[in-house]
C-alpha cells in the first residue's frame, strides 16, 4: 500500500502541502482529487521520490521510494506522458527500460500489446505520437516491471471515449487481482466510475476522504419494505436512526450490512437496500474546494 502520514511540503514561505495524511490500500483504486495548485502534484512527486518532505513520511510498500532496492518492480508511475524523450521510438523507450530493470527482451512486446500500441507505431519516434498515444507508451513504461503499484496523474489526458474506457478496464483489472492504484484526474465522472476512494485536498490540506459510495450518499443508506414502520422501528432496536420517507422507504445512518442484519432479526423481508444517492462528485467536489478554485467565468464584454 501507499502510506502518506502528515506530509507538509514547503517551498520557501508557501505551504503546498499541508500535514496530509492518507491511505492508498490493495485491492483498490483511490482517486486523488483537488483544483490546480492544491497539492496533487507535489504530493506524488514526494511518493515517487522526486521531491523530499518538509516533514511527515511517504511510503510505498512499507518503504520510502528512495529506498527500494528496484522501484520499477514494485511501483509503476506515470506523472506527465509529454516528458518522453521525443527523438526515440516508442519501442526503444521501452527498451531503455526492459534493460535498467533488469527484464527479458520479451516483455517490451508484452506491454506493447497490453496498452495497445501496434508494432508499426512502437517504431515511430515519439515526438510524432498523439497526446493519447504517449498515455498509453507512459503507461506500458509503468507496467514493465509488473508492479503492485501504480501511481498515475492525468492517464486518461488525450485519449478519445474509448481509451479511457480501456483505461478504466486495465485499471479496475489491475486493482480487482490485488493491486494498489493512486489516481489523480480532472475527469470527475471517471473517477466517480473507478475509484473505490477518495482523497479530495483543497488548499494543500484534506477536506474529504472516505469510500466513493460513502462520500455521495453521504454516509446514509435507503431501506424498503413491505411495512415502513415495522422496519424503521427494527432499525431503531439495532441502535440505527431511521426515518421514513414520504414514498415509503426508510433512511437510515446504518451501512449495508448492518441494516441487512437488522432486517433479518426482525423477520422482514427487504425488497431494495441501497446506499441513499447524494449529489454527483462533481457537485461535492466544487462544494469543497469552492474557497480553493480560481475564478474561470469570463467578465462582462469579454469575448466569448
Same mark, same amino acid.
Do not use: C
Given at each position: 500500500?501507499?502510506?502518506?502520514?502528515?506530509?507538509?511540503?514547503?517551498?520557501?514561505?508557501?505551504?503546498?502541502?499541508?500535514?496530509?495524511?492518507?491511505?492508498?490500500?490493495?485491492? #483498490?483504486?483511490?482517486?486523488?482529487?483537488?483544483?490546480?495548485? $492544491?497539492?496533487?502534484?507535489?504530493?506524488?512527486?514526494?511518493?515517487?521520490?522526486?521531491?523530499?518532505?518538509?516533514?511527515?513520511?511517504?511510503?510505498?510498500?512499507?518503504?520510502?521510494?528512495?529506498?527500494?532496492?528496484?522501484?520499477? +518492480?514494485?511501483?509503476?508511475?506515470?506523472?506527465?506522458?509529454?516528458?518522453?524523450?521525443?527523438?526515440?521510438?516508442?519501442?526503444?523507450?521501452?527498451?531503455?527500460?526492459?534493460?535498467?530493470?533488469?527484464?527479458?527482451?520479451?516483455?517490451?512486446?508484452?506491454?506493447?500489446?497490453?496498452?495497445?500500441?501496434?508494432?508499426?507505431?512502437?517504431? #515511430?519516434?515519439?515526438?510524432?505520437?498523439? +497526446?493519447?498515444?504517449?498515455?498509453? +507508451?507512459?503507461?506500458?513504461?509503468?507496467?514493465?516491471?509488473?508492479?503492485?503499484?501504480?501511481? +498515475?496523474?492525468?492517464?486518461?489526458?488525450?485519449?478519445?471515449?474509448?481509451?479511457?474506457?480501456?483505461?478504466?478496464?486495465?485499471? #479496475?483489472?489491475?486493482?480487482?487481482?490485488?493491486?494498489?492504484?493512486?489516481?489523480?484526474?480532472?475527469?470527475?465522472?471517471?473517477?466517480?466510475?473507478?475509484?473505490?476512494?477518495?482523497?479530495?485536498?483543497?488548499?494543500?490540506?484534506?477536506?474529504?476522504?472516505?469510500?466513493?459510495?460513502?462520500?455521495?450518499?453521504?454516509?446514509?443508506?435507503?431501506?424498503?419494505?413491505?411495512?415502513?414502520?415495522?422496519?424503521?422501528? $427494527?432499525?431503531? =432496536?439495532?441502535?440505527?436512526?431511521?426515518?421514513?420517507?414520504?414514498?415509503? =422507504?426508510?433512511?437510515?445512518?446504518?451501512?449495508?450490512?448492518?441494516?441487512?442484519?437488522?432486517?433479518?432479526?426482525?423477520?422482514?423481508?427487504?425488497?431494495?437496500?441501497?446506499?441513499?444517492?447524494?449529489?454527483?462528485?462533481?457537485?461535492?467536489?466544487?462544494?469543497?474546494? $469552492?474557497?480553493?478554485?480560481?475564478?474561470?467565468?469570463?467578465?462582462?464584454? $469579454?469575448?466569448?
Amino acid at each position: 500500500m501507499i502510506i502518506i502520514d502528515a506530509l507538509t511540503k514547503r517551498y520557501g514561505d508557501v505551504t503546498a502541502v499541508d500535514d496530509v495524511s492518507f491511505r492508498a490500500e490493495p485491492g #483498490r483504486v483511490t482517486g486523488f482529487l483537488g483544483p490546480n495548485g $492544491a497539492g496533487k502534484s507535489t504530493t506524488l512527486r514526494i511518493v515517487v521520490g522526486l521531491a523530499g518532505p518538509t516533514s511527515g513520511s511517504a511510503t510505498v510498500l512499507g518503504r520510502r521510494y528512495v529506498d527500494l532496492p528496484n522501484p520499477g +518492480l514494485e511501483i509503476g508511475v506515470l506523472l506527465d506522458a509529454s516528458a518522453q524523450h521525443g527523438g526515440r521510438t516508442g519501442r526503444e523507450t521501452l527498451v531503455l527500460g526492459q534493460r535498467t530493470l533488469g527484464l527479458p527482451g520479451a516483455r517490451v512486446d508484452e506491454v506493447l500489446e497490453l496498452v495497445g500500441l501496434t508494432r508499426a507505431e512502437s517504431r #515511430r519516434r515519439v515526438r510524432d505520437y498523439s +497526446l493519447g498515444m504517449r498515455q498509453r +507508451l507512459g503507461l506500458a513504461t509503468a507496467l514493465l516491471g509488473d508492479p503492485r503499484v501504480l501511481v +498515475l496523474d492525468e492517464p486518461a489526458n488525450g485519449l478519445d471515449p474509448a481509451g479511457i474506457r480501456w483505461m478504466r478496464d486495465l485499471l #479496475r483489472t489491475f486493482a480487482d487481482d490485488g493491486g494498489t492504484v493512486l489516481l489523480s484526474s480532472h475527469l470527475l465522472a471517471e473517477i466517480e466510475m473507478i475509484a473505490d476512494d477518495i482523497v479530495m485536498i483543497g488548499g494543500g490540506r484534506i477536506v474529504a476522504s472516505g469510500t466513493t459510495t460513502g462520500l455521495l450518499s453521504g454516509g446514509e443508506t435507503l431501506v424498503r419494505a413491505d411495512d415502513a414502520g415495522a422496519l424503521a422501528a $427494527a432499525l431503531r =432496536a439495532a441502535g440505527l436512526d431511521a426515518a421514513a420517507t414520504a414514498d415509503g =422507504a426508510v433512511r437510515t445512518d446504518g451501512d449495508l450490512a448492518a441494516v441487512g442484519r437488522a432486517a433479518f432479526a426482525a423477520g422482514l423481508a427487504v425488497t431494495e437496500l441501497r446506499t441513499a444517492d447524494g449529489g454527483g462528485l462533481e457537485d461535492m467536489f466544487l462544494e469543497l474546494t $469552492a474557497s480553493t478554485q480560481r475564478e474561470t467565468a469570463p467578465t462582462q464584454g $469579454a469575448a466569448a
